[in-house]
């Protein structure tokens, strides 16, 4: 890239993180002791400002940059993630959000320990709540890596590996000075921004081709090189069984993994009642449905105005297919309008990474310090106040997740996000719904359904393409994979459904009915809710 697009975009960089720092530190000075404030921004939020934070925090890098890449590279079968995405919204609205909201108070493990013992039930959920936040922070931290190496025109692992550490550095700092009340403000911002550089871009893209749908694809087809089957069902999916098993895992995944979601589900304490949970996932549901069906002409346009190879050129894994289409939507290279458009869309692209990884920290955070910390300290032990707990986890998340977004850098961050979105629907829904709609639940069975989920989706990961046997794994050389999808979502979903059915089945332990009826009436009314 050229000088002026570098100077341009840093200066767009810059500008807004020093507006984010900003209201970082406007909130720092008001009271974030208590822990309403940090983890739920008091409960201060209309379900208007909810629903942006809430699209803010689910338009991710891997939304913006990893859907539209996959599409331009490889057609159809890219779309499969958008309208995952935007499907697992209706499974949110009718099953989840109000419920949860009105059983629990920051975190998935309380609606579970609302009816169980608490101690076993938290450290599981917590445990499983980390190992999904971290997994989806990797996938932000490597479409930061590749965005700025994209910027500053190279593509060493020096250029990756600041950036990465900028990064979590600037996510630890919004979390511990600012919580919930700066991230939601931090994503709402970010969800404004994001949604118009991509109606820009869109309506672009359209006037290139003059409104004509039917051209646009047929010219993607074309540039793309697989002719007609670029906009067929097939091309990465469809080669054989083990495809088409990887598809279906996928699909499962997407679709059932945003209910498990741990910074999804903590933005619903942040508004006072349920009911405007619900609205506020009605504004999310509108907000996110116009975005998804913009990155379908985003990577399509990508496709027939840079072409999958020059894509593929750039990123391997088709990271940086929108912020290429920009330039070229802007006039090319070398020219004002492509300077412009391309430094404003990277900057909006890189914002998007610092509000997602943002919200996905303090969920992290919360789950360390509300669950884990508050189960396993020692009885005798000083007691610490949660909130100095938790902006300690961030800065240990941080790191964690930083080292992990090195190892990962050369990966799609949609199919990233595709782990996490498996990791999720495997240990956190099954325990979720278990603990909502079944009346014999018992600990034992919310114990073994978390972990029956979340080890053999971790498990399956490592010995899965992903991770080695592959010239694309993280370990090309290496081979001790025995997993051939690289989902592992149609295994271990199930497992977690059933591990729980099992751990319920065995357990001495007698349902207690009335803690059942009490936790029953609270999700449907509210009744006492927080």
């Known amino acids: 890239m050229t000088t002026d697009h570098q100077t341009t975009a840093l200066l767009l960089f810059s500008a807004f993180v020093a507006v984010t720092l900003g209201i970082t530190t406007w909130v720092s000075r008001h009271r974030q002791g208590s822990a309403e404030e940090f983890y739920a921004g008091g409960r201060l939020f209309s379900p208007l400002e909810n629903g942006f934070a809430i699209a803010g925090d689910y338009m991710s ?9 996959l599409i331009a590279l490889v057609g159809y079968d890219g779309m499969l993630y958008s309208v995952g995405f935007l499907v697992a919204w209706l499974v949110v609205l009718f099953l989840v ?79 511990s000075l600012g919580g919930m009340r700066a991230t939601t403000w931090i994503q709402i911002v970010k969800a404004v921004l994001l949604l118009g550089g991509t109606i820009t871009l869109t309506v672009l893209v359209l006037l290139r081709f003059h409104g004509d749908v039917n051209r646009l694809l047929h010219t993607a087809a074309e540039r793309s090189g697989h002719g007609d089957a670029f906009l067929a069902p097939g091309l990465a999916y469809g080669g054989d069984w083990t495809a088409r098993f990887d598809f279906i895992s996928l699909g499962l995944a997407l679709v059932l993994g945003t209910a498990g979601l741990p910074h999804i589900l903590s933005r619903f304490y942040t508004v006072p009642t349920a009911r405007a949970a619900r609205r506020s996932v009605v504004w999310a549901i509108g907000l996110i449905g116009g975005f998804y069906l913009m990155t379908i002409v985003l990577g399509f346009g990508a496709a027939a105005l840079i072409g999958p190879d020059a894509v593929r ?29 391309f430094a404003v869309v990277a900057a909006v692209a890189f914002a998007t990474i610092l509000a997602v990884v943002a919200g996905i920290t303090l969920a992290s955070s919360a789950s360390v310090a509300h669950d884990l910390y508050a189960s396993l300290r020692r009885p005798g032990g000083k007691p610490r106040s949660e909130v100095a707990v938790a902006r300690v986890a961030a800065v240990g998340i941080g790191v964690v997740a930083i080292a992990l977004g090195l190892l990962a850098r050369d990966l799609n961050v949609a199919f990233l996000v595709g782990l996490a979105f498996a990791v999720a629907a495997s240990a956190n829904l099954p325990v979720l719904l278990y603990s909502l709609f079944w009346r014999g639940f018992t600990t034992r069975g919310a114990v073994w359904s978390v972990y029956g989920g979340l080890i053999p989706a971790v498990v399956l990961v490592l010995l899965s393409p992903v991770v080695s046997g592959s010239p694309g794994s993280l370990f090309p050389e290496a081979d001790f994979q025995l997993f051939p999808l690289q989902n592992p979502g149609l295994v271990s979903i199930p497992l977690g459904f059933l591990a729980g059915w099992l751990g319920t089945f065995t357990s001495p332990e007698v349902p207690d009915e009335a803690r059942h009826a009490e936790t029953e009436v609270r999700s449907l009314t509210g009744a006492g809710a927080a």
């Open 313 to 341: 050129a750039s990123h391997a894994s088709g990271n940086t297919a929108v912020p290429l289409l920009a330039l070229d939507l802007g006039g090319g290279a070398g020219t004002t309008g492509g300077t412009v458009l």
């Open 61 to 69: 890098a891997a939304s913006f940059l990893g859907i539209s890449g």
């Open 97 to 175: 959000a109000e419920l949860v909201r009105n059983c629990g108070r920051f975190t998935l493990a309380d609606v579970v320990a609302a009816r169980m013992r608490e101690r076993p039930v938290r450290i599981a959920a917590g445990t499983s709540s980390v190992t999904v936040s971290v997994l989806y922070l990797v996938a932000q931290m490597v479409g930061a890596g590749s965005l700025v190496a994209l910027l500053l025109g190279g593509t060493g692992e020096a250029v990756q590996a600041w950036t990465v550490v900028g990064v979590g550095a600037l996510m630890v700092i919004y979390v």
